[in-house]
């Protein structure tokens, strides 16, 4: 028995997983499964269907279900982090000698998160994740120079205030330099980033 | 003439025996025999415990206990220790406090959990309560050393300063010396949670051997091991101590210094902290170790050997806390030494790791259980479990009133036959039928939760995650489970079905968290429109939930019953589905 609309992955069948008949789509019951746009209108924002991917991540894992701790050794090292999970509390203070979170403020929106970035190894790793917590929104790669498809009209870029108390883009440093030295996270409007000169030089090029 | 007699009690006799009964539930059935005992116990209830701070408002509790002495509160959910509920949803305590600070001037305790403490509110508490004795601040953030500092300053009887897990800004280290010269009250002091350089020891020192009566001293962090024996000299009375820092290189006379400290607390039965330890300084507690009743290693990042011989010398423990470097051969000693343990927690060293990085399976568990038969509690981390595990946990342990696994990767199946775990778990509801609290993960379909709801006649909190199929599961659990307060759900297929044929039961639970779910804002609105006596709170971080089309699943979602109506503290990432609130946003 399935619910309506909104159903989540359905996993009782752990090996022949018919991936693309249970993904989530939007729409009201009814509809047709794909919209032209891909999925934007219909306020697809909140991309719930990408929501549950990403927070149970790849796709690939899913089908996992069943496979021995010897198949899923196999997927990449480090994985995308599910917010809250596993629950632990406080888990950067247990066993380790630092914790580091810090504050992300996203342009425009009222409220703050925080990260640990210590449970990172990569700025691809960091930057997933906040796209996850954020996810009105795409982050703009600019490591990989990959145009994401904008959502609203409005990149953003990661930026940082570093010990010094300098704004930095992120990614301009080796990883552990950048945990060692970010004090707190600012996910600013790509025009804003523009204006405050954080451009990097003549590969990146800017926006709007 | 007879008649009269039973109403001739005077109320001085009624409230001299009402005043030997403590608990809350026989209190509010006293309170429901007739409107005379009524209006005697509302007069004399000195303490007051209220789960959901937005379950009622100040004024009311104020209005019908007007003579409250000691007052705990809850704020937040639990699913905000995950990271799960944002900054700024609220459980501000402000409104509590200065609302009481008027009805409540013999206010002497105050205890407080998962809420948002400010400065001021410290500020208020100190100057309002003359009579100030405790003060717990349990998981609790919003403040800094400033606050504490006028909390040290005011509060000339406090017994008790317990700030466990809360998230404090550090601004100066000196709060402690705040603490008057004939402050000499201090019974319980726990300051593990601070960070480095905030305490000034010498102040610390001296705090102590003012207070003949500290029983129990959780340090921070930054206290080095080498000042422990000083601390313990000035505290031979301390029944419940918790180390700072437990690192340091290995000097015979820092050792046999400690080792001597150690020995002379002759009460010692808990230990706690041990951030960073060198092994070679464990020895030192050999002495206490057979008193020992309850070790808290959680922070400990020693391997199995190490605590293996630790815990070999502690026969009498009661509850251990520890990391899965313990590994199955650490449990397995466990097992036979230490037979009366009660309360297992075992914490993952590295729970964002996809390989095991420690030997700690299902049979750790099983051991314990099997060795310890008085086993009630159990907080169990681990990467593979078994439904014959499980079923033989159930056996071994009838007596379980809480259990609560997480399989660290979600929907993880039984590892030897592949199947989901819902036979497992089924076995655990079973048997333990005094079961109180339980979490659930692993591979699990709508089965175990009709397991749950045919067994757990007195499960009150249930934890949920990535499990179940439809909304089979959610109304096995709604109409099942009769002692049911809590219940959290992140990840899991349930949604509007279940939760509207059950809505009536809703009213009888303290709250319901789901999160991730197909729960539909129409189905919100639709319960906050019919029952008015709940809360209906949607959380969504990034557009309004009503410019979406009826049939979206809200992001989370947060249910409670309440007498005091939607409340007014809402950030704009909350919208409350009361009939009467207009949304403004």
Redesign the interface.
Same mark, same amino acid.
């Given at each position: 028995?399935?619910?309506?609309?909104? $159903?989540?992955?359905?996993?009782?069948d752990?090996g022949g997983l018919n991936f693309e008949a249970t993904e989530l789509t939007?729409g009201? =019951?009814g509809e047709p499964r794909v919209t032209s746009d891909g999925g934007a209108k219909?306020?697809s924002?909140?991309g719930?269907s990408e929501?549950?991917d990403l927070?149970?991540g790849d796709n690939n894992r899913e089908v996992k279900?069943?496979h021995?701790?010897q198949e899923?050794?196999k997927?990449?090292?480090? @994985?995308t982090?599910?917010?809250?999970?596993? =629950?632990?509390?406080?888990?950067a $203070?247990?066993?380790k000698?630092s914790c580091k979170y810090v504050k992300v403020a996203v342009d425009g929106?009222?409220?703050?998160?925080?990260v640990d970035l210590e449970?990172y190894n990569s700025y691809q790793q960091l930057l997933t994740s906040l796209e996850d917590m954020?996810?009105?929104f795409t982050i703009r790669n600019y490591l990989n120079e990959k145009k994401i498809e904008q959502v609203n009209g409005i990149e953003y870029m990661p930026t940082y205030e570093d010990k010094d108390g300098d704004w930095m883009l992120v990614g301009d440093v080796p990883w552990q330099m950048f945990v060692e030295s970010c004090k707190r996270l600012r996910l600013m409007k790509s025009s804003e980033a523009v204006g405050l000169g954080l451009t990097t030089g003549p590969k990146y090029s800017s926006t709007n | 003439m007879q008649k009269e007699m039973a109403y001739s009690f005077p109320d001085e006799v009624l409230k001299h025996v009402f005043s030997f009964i403590q608990s809350d539930k026989d209190r509010n059935a006293v309170s429901l025999v007739c409107k005379s005992w009524y209006e005697i116990e509302r007069w004399c209830r000195r303490k007051v415990f209220i789960g959901n701070c937005y379950a009622v408002s100040p004024r009311m509790v104020i209005r019908r206990f007007p003579e409250v002495r000691s007052i705990e509160l809850k704020g937040k959910p639990h699913?905000a +220790?995950?990271?799960?509920v944002?900054?700024?949803w609220g459980g501000y305590v402000l409104q509590w406090i200065a609302e009481m600070a008027g009805a409540y001037p013999w206010l002497g305790e105050i205890r407080l959990k998962r809420m948002v403490v400010t400065d001021e509110s410290l500020e208020l508490i100190a100057k309002s309560f003359k009579n100030f004795k405790v003060l717990v601040l349990f998981s609790c953030e919003g403040f800094s050393t400033d606050g504490l500092a006028a909390i040290a300053a005011s509060c000339k009887n406090l017994r008790e300063l317990d700030l466990r897990?809360s998230e404090v800004d550090d601004l100066s280290g000196h709060w402690l010396a705040q603490f008057p010269e004939t402050c000499t009250s201090l019974v319980s002091l726990n300051i593990s949670c601070l960070g480095s350089d905030e305490v000034s020891f010498s102040a610390l020192e001296r705090l102590v051997d003012r207070c003949p009566n500290l029983r129990s001293l959780q340090l921070n962090r930054a206290v080095t091991l080498d000042k422990i024996a000083n601390i313990l000299r000035r505290a031979p009375q301390l029944v419940d101590f918790g180390t700072g820092n437990y690192a340091a290189e290995l000097q015979p006379d820092v050792f046999s210094n400690l080792a001597g400290a150690f020995s002379s607390c002759k009460e010692l039965k808990s230990l706690s902290g041990f951030w960073?330890v060198v092994p070679a300084y464990l020895p030192a507690l050999y002495s206490i170790c057979p008193r020992l009743t309850s070790l808290n290693l #959680?922070?400990a *990042?020693i391997q199995s050997p190490d605590l293996i011989k630790l815990v070999s010398h502690c026969p009498r423990l009661q509850r251990l806390l520890v990391?899965d470097y313990v590994e199955d051969s650490g449990l397995e000693e466990l097992a036979s030494s230490c037979k009366d343990l009660q309360e297992l927690r075992v914490? =993952? !060293?590295d729970?964002?790791?996809?390989?095991?990085n420690v030997s700690l399976t299902e049979q750790g568990l099983v051991a314990v259980s099997l060795g310890c038969p008085k086993l009630q509690s159990v907080l169990y981390?681990c990467?593979?479990m078994s439904n014959a595990a499980l079923v033989t946990i159930a056996q071994n342990c009838p007596n379980l009133t809480r259990f609560r696994l997480?399989i660290?990767?979600? @929907?993880t199946?039984d590892?030897l036959t592949?199947d989901p775990l819902d036979a497992g778990f089924g076995a655990i509801v079973e048997h333990c039928k005094d079961l109180r609290r339980l979490s659930l993960s692993g591979?699990l379909?709508d089965h175990v939760f009709e397991y749950i709801g045919t067994y757990g006649k007195k499960l009150e909190m249930l !934890?949920v995650?990535?499990a179940g199929?439809?909304?089979?599961g959610l109304h096995h659990v709604l109409s099942g489970c009769e002692s049911l307060r809590k219940l959290e759900i992140?990840?899991?297929?349930?949604?509007? $079905?279940a939760l509207l044929a059950n809505a009536a039961k809703l009213e009888t639970m303290r709250s319901l968290w789901m999160s991730?779910?197909?729960v539909?804002f129409g189905a919100c609105k639709l319960l906050g429109q019919k029952m008015p006596k709940l809360n209906v709170e949607v959380i +969504?971080? *990034?557009?309004p939930p009503d #410019?979406? =089309?009826e !049939?979206?699943?809200v992001?989370k979602l947060y249910i409670y019953r309440s007498v005091a109506g939607p409340r007014f503290d809402m950030?704009?990432?909350v919208w409350s589905m009361d009939e009467a609130v207009k949304i403004l946003h």
């Open positions: 028995m399935s619910s309506e609309n909104g $159903k989540r992955l359905l996993e009782t752990a939007l009201l =019951p219909l306020g924002k909140r719930f929501t549950v927070k149970l279900l069943g021995s701790l899923a050794a997927s990449p090292v480090s @994985k982090q599910v917010v809250g999970w596993p =629950p632990v509390r406080g888990f $203070k247990r066993g000698k929106a009222p409220y703050l998160r925080k449970i954020f996810s009105c | 699913f +220790d995950f990271n799960l944002p900054d700024g897990e960073d #959680s922070y *990042t990391l914490f =993952p !060293s729970p964002f790791g996809v390989e095991p981390f990467r593979r997480c660290i990767e979600p @929907k199946p590892y592949l591979l379909t !934890s995650a990535f199929d439809s909304d089979l992140r990840d899991c297929p349930f949604g509007d $079905k991730s779910c197909a539909s +969504d971080e *990034t557009e #410019s979406r =089309p !049939s979206y699943p992001d950030p704009p990432f």
